[in-house]
């Protein structure tokens, strides 16, 4: 061969253009950034602990959380006609449905989750094969002890002229407020099927509607109402903070509401995601996302609740047993129609 200055410079530029474009797929690779959606505010340290975790072992990676709350997500997406940014976030059952529905949800790899096999079958069951379990969190009763110290002990005693006039509910736009329609139907007779009993003693109450639960638990600390069906994790950071408010877990059972950690259809980076789901059910996370301030619900096995979260979050096996559930498959369709009726017969 012939290598004159020419052929030789052309081989040098080939070489050094090999030489960039290996560097710049090397960087591409260093510097990945998975996009997670997380609750607003304090709820979202858990998953901020489980990013530390995942950046350790991957050297370039950054993970991004974004706080939002999964009806906001929802919108979003319709908004932007399926497009979603995000490689994966949580949501409660009813937007895990609509999720599903709508199909911009990724199906998940079982093979690439292992810690599957621990989670309570129940709860992989509801998750219809999309994302993962991966906590609970309890509707019961908020009551300011300083306005009311006779604390109730059921769901009916909402209705007790003791609390008449101080009760507080949140619009069912919310997951919360969806949830005390459907309770007060149960409480008296209706069901998932039937809420007309439901709208009729809701407003046999008289109560202060609130637009989200954050406002809901505003009223609660300014004493504005004494007493709420409440997520028990907002009534924890009021107790947290000194005050006198009390989570009151009904004798007939709280109303658990499981939460789903799912990935997006679009995510250029499924490998991860199945990373993070499978750190989300890992025995960790799991113990450390059921401790104080956080007070989520395990949903694997093998996961003690801390003895400081056991005024707030089911510790035993009989309480977890008096746990009531919601069938979303029959509320979330007519979602709209009971945010609409909610607005026109409650004044905000």
């Given at each position: 061969?012939?290598?004159?200055?020419r052929?030789?410079?052309?081989?040098?530029?080939?070489?050094?253009a090999?030489?960039?474009?290996?560097?710049?797929?090397?960087?591409a690779?260093?510097?990945?950034?998975?996009?997670?959606?997380?609750?607003?505010?304090?709820?979202?340290?858990?998953?901020?602990?489980?990013a530390?975790?995942?950046?350790?072992?991957?050297?370039?990676l950054?993970?991004?959380?974004?706080?939002s709350?999964?009806?906001?997500?929802?919108?979003?997406?319709?908004?932007?006609?399926?497009?979603?940014?995000?490689?994966?976030?949580?949501?409660d059952?009813?937007?895990?449905?609509?999720g599903?529905?709508?199909?911009?949800?990724?199906?998940?790899?079982?093979?690439?989750?292992?810690n599957?096999?621990?989670?309570?079958?129940?709860?992989?069951?509801?998750?219809?094969?999309?994302?993962?379990?991966?906590?609970?969190?309890l509707?019961?009763?908020?009551?300011?002890?300083?306005?009311?110290?006779?604390l109730?002990?059921?769901?009916?005693?909402?209705?007790?002229?003791?609390?008449?006039?101080?009760?507080?509910?949140?619009?069912t736009?919310s997951?919360?407020?969806?949830?005390?329609?459907v309770?007060?139907?149960?409480i008296?007779?209706?069901?998932?099927?039937?809420?007309?009993?439901?709208?009729?003693?809701?407003?046999e109450l008289?109560?202060?509607a609130?637009?989200?639960?954050?406002?809901?638990?505003?009223?609660?600390?300014?004493?504005?109402?004494?007493?709420?069906?409440?997520?028990?994790?907002?009534?924890?950071?009021?107790?947290?903070?000194?005050?006198?408010?009390?989570?009151?877990?009904?004798?007939?059972?709280?109303?658990?509401?499981?939460?789903?950690?799912?990935?997006?259809?679009n995510?250029?980076?499924?490998?991860?995601?199945?990373?993070?789901l499978?750190?989300?059910?890992?025995?960790?996370?799991?113990?450390?996302?059921?401790a104080?301030?956080?007070?989520?619900?395990?949903?694997?096995?093998?996961?003690?609740?801390?003895?400081?979260?056991?005024?707030?979050?089911?510790?035993?096996?009989?309480?977890?047993?008096a746990?009531?559930?919601?069938?979303?498959?029959?509320?979330?369709p007519?979602?709209?129609?009971?945010v609409?009726?909610?607005?026109?017969?409650f004044?905000?």
């Amino acid at each position: 061969m012939d290598l004159n200055r020419r052929t030789m410079l052309g081989m040098a530029g080939s070489g050094i253009a090999i030489a960039y474009c290996g560097a710049t797929s090397a960087l591409a690779q260093a510097s990945r950034e998975l996009v997670i959606v997380t609750y607003p505010g304090a709820l979202s340290g858990p998953h901020r602990w489980l990013a530390d975790q995942m950046e350790a072992r991957h050297p370039g990676l950054r993970i991004r959380l974004v706080p939002s709350d999964s009806q906001d997500i929802v919108a979003q997406i319709k908004a932007a006609q399926g497009y979603v940014p995000y490689d994966a976030g949580p949501n409660d059952e009813p937007p895990h449905l609509i999720g599903l529905s709508e199909g911009y949800l990724a199906q998940r790899d079982d093979a690439a989750i292992p810690n599957l096999a621990n989670a309570l079958p129940d709860f992989v069951a509801k998750s219809q094969g999309a994302g993962v379990p991966a906590t609970y969190s309890l509707v019961g009763l908020a009551v300011n002890t300083d306005v009311v110290p006779e604390l109730p002990q059921s769901w009916a005693d909402m209705w007790s002229p003791r609390f008449a006039g101080q009760v507080g509910i949140a619009r069912t736009s919310s997951n919360l407020g969806l949830a005390t329609l459907v309770q007060a139907a149960k409480i008296f007779g209706g069901s998932e099927d039937d809420l007309e009993i439901g709208w009729q003693k809701l407003k046999e109450l008289a109560p202060r509607a609130a637009r989200s639960p954050a406002a809901l638990t505003q009223m609660l600390e300014r004493e504005e109402i004494a007493i709420a069906p409440l997520w028990n994790n907002n009534t924890a950071g009021l107790s947290q903070m000194g005050l006198p408010i009390s989570f009151v877990k009904p004798s007939d059972g709280p109303v658990a509401i499981l939460s789903f950690f799912s990935g997006f259809a679009n995510s250029a980076q499924p490998e991860l995601v199945a990373e993070w789901l499978n750190g989300i059910l890992s025995q960790e996370y799991q113990a450390h996302a059921a401790a104080a301030p956080y007070y989520f619900g395990p949903t694997v096995t093998g996961v003690t609740v801390p003895p400081e979260a056991a005024a707030f979050t089911p510790s035993s096996a009989e309480e977890i047993a008096a746990l009531q559930t919601i069938d979303w498959t029959k509320i979330v369709p007519q979602r709209s129609e009971l945010v609409d009726r909610f607005d026109r017969e409650f004044s905000i």
